[in-house]
């Protein structure tokens, strides 16, 4: 909370404070009784009681789960609960960064009476994503408009545009959600793959005794393998990354994160090793694992505004830098190991990365949120460099996912899939 004073009444003190002394300096009643109301108005702005600021906030949206591009409704309601009158309230709804309001107006203003409460509508634009509201900005002024108080109310609010993969199924980084990645290596394993006559040292586990007790033959059962192959995503969140495709519109670095957790949610859920790294001025690292506690730290670490944060870097990563953060995810991975690289692809790094990944024996995909235009000319050539750029990657046998955002994300992994 802070408390300032205003320079709201300080004009009415100057003038009167000149006319009393224009008054005095030519000997004038007049002027010196012309000057008691400012002086007094004055002397009022400072005996006025700071506003208390005991205040509740309740936020409500017509919808948690909406589509892209979904117009909801958001109402507010600020309550006074302190037991003092409130003059002038302004409030500052927390908007979420990435949303853009649509219709109405997420300020307002009003005077509340101990108890009292006041609403207020607006629209804003729904996009992919999780979107948590910040807390309000209430700026609080007492009766004679000379002190402000600033706090903040808050309540939990979340908008989740999801976008839930159904298959993640090309490539040996991707498998899909219904089963496991199999093999015919034998072993331990889930999925039953065939009959043989018994041999000498077969363990008995694998014996079908069911057989033997109707047939009296010793037969084995062979499975096949369950093999969890680790995936590390890849995220492009250099400075050239925090692209959008319009005011008001999510970059691509947003877009970026959003993609790796619907991933994320997708390998977890057949318990395949994950991992995460990031291209960038905050670069980081979590090893590819599985578990409750590492789907929580990797999820954490996808919404940590100091890793991924939603305003762009000050400065532009040296390539050196960026190149050797490539370097050293060669050395951290497995040659088994699958890559995912998310990037918009607005220049060469992603496919140097995708093919320098790829001649090292790892199977490589680029999933590439689209945020290029053609609404200007400049706009419409970056928009075509951009699709020459998947076209490389396609020629070179590197799985391209281009996620346009007016569509689900697992559309896209879809129509990928079964080019």
């Not at 702005?45 to 936020?59: G, K, V, W």
């Not at 927390?94 to 629209?123: E, I, N, W």
């Not at 690292?285 to 999820?299: F, R």
């Not at 918009?344 to 093919?355: H, K, S």
């Amino acid at each position: 909370m802070v408390t300032r004073r205003t320079t709201f009444w300080n004009g009415a003190l100057i003038a009167a404070l000149l006319t009393s002394g224009l008054g005095v300096f030519l000997g004038e009643p007049a002027l010196l009784l012309l000057s008691i109301p400012g002086v007094v108005f004055a002397l009022y702005s400072h005996l006025t009681a700071i506003p208390d600021s005991t205040l509740a906030i309740e936020r409500t949206i017509s919808e948690t789960d909406p589509a892209h591009n979904q117009n909801i409704e958001v109402t507010v309601t600020l309550r006074n609960s302190g037991d003092q009158p409130l003059s002038h309230v302004s409030i500052v709804d927390g908007v979420p960064p990435m949303l853009a309001v649509q219709g109405g107006s997420a300020r307002h203003a009003a005077a509340l009476g101990p108890g009292d409460d006041t609403t207020f509508p607006y629209t804003v634009l729904a996009k992919h994503g999780v979107h948590r509201f910040r807390p309000a900005t209430v700026i609080l002024r007492d009766m004679s408009g000379s002190i402000a108080v600033e706090t903040t109310v808050s309540t939990d609010t979340e908008l989740a545009c999801r976008s839930p993969i159904q298959a993640v199924s090309f490539g040996q980084a991707m498998h899909h959600r219904a089963g496991a990645t199999l093999t015919t290596g034998g072993g331990n394993g889930t999925e039953f793959s065939k009959v043989r006559s018994y041999q000498l040292g077969d363990p008995p586990n694998r014996i079908d005794w069911n057989r033997y007790a109707r047939d009296s033959e010793l037969t084995t059962i062979s499975f096949r393998e369950d093999q969890s192959q680790a995936t590390i995503l890849c995220l492009d969140a250099r400075e050239s990354c925090y692209r959008s495709s319009g005011t008001g519109e999510p970059h691509a670095v947003f877009y970026e994160r959003t993609a790796a957790r619907e991933l994320l949610d997708a390998f977890s859920d057949v318990n395949k090793p994950i991992g995460i790294t990031t291209f960038g001025s905050n670069h980081c690292w979590l090893a590819p694992d599985t578990g409750p506690h590492h789907i929580a730290t990797v999820q954490q670490t996808l919404e940590d505004p100091t890793i991924l944060p939603l305003e762009p870097p000050d400065k532009r990563t040296a390539d050196e830098s960026v190149g050797e953060q490539v370097r050293l995810l060669q050395t951290r991975i497995g040659r088994d190991t699958g890559v995912i690289i998310l990037s918009p692809v607005l220049d060469m790094f992603p496919i140097e990365t995708a093919r320098l990944l790829q001649a090292d024996g790892h199977s490589v995909t680029v999933v590439s949120p689209n945020v290029t235009t053609a609404q200007s000319t400049g706009a419409a050539v970056a928009q075509l460099q951009r699709m020459n750029r998947l076209a490389a990657l396609r020629r070179a046998d590197i799985r391209t996912v281009d996620w346009k955002p007016e569509e689900s994300l697992d559309t896209a992994i879809s129509t990928e899939v079964r080019q």
